[in-house]
């Protein structure tokens, strides 16, 4: 049986998590994709803005297919590690 990453449902040998990675040298020590200048922060708020996946990729061709999927699994497992943030109704 593979490994599961700790608190979570995530197999180790599925996963695209080893593409994020961090430096306290580039960006500030947050998450990026593959050690380039990427946070997953800024691929999650283009893709919440409605930007598709090729979109992204035709506008940062050093991007591909799995390190947008490895920020979506970053997020999922971050969020699934967190308390929920309450927001208040509009």
Not at 25 to 54: N, Q
């Amino acid at each position: 049986m593979d490994a599961l990453i700790e608190g979570t449902g995530y197999s180790r040998d599925m996963s695209l998590l080893g593409r994020i990675t961090t430096d306290p040298e580039i960006c500030h020590g947050k998450p990026v994709v593959r050690g380039l200048r990427y946070p997953v922060e800024m691929l999650l708020e283009l893709l919440a803005s409605g930007m598709r996946p090729d979109e992204i990729l035709g506008d940062y061709p050093d991007l591909e297919h799995e390190d947008i999927l490895a920020a979506l699994e970053y997020a999922a497992v971050v969020t699934a590690q967190r308390t929920t943030i309450p927001f208040d109704a509009a």
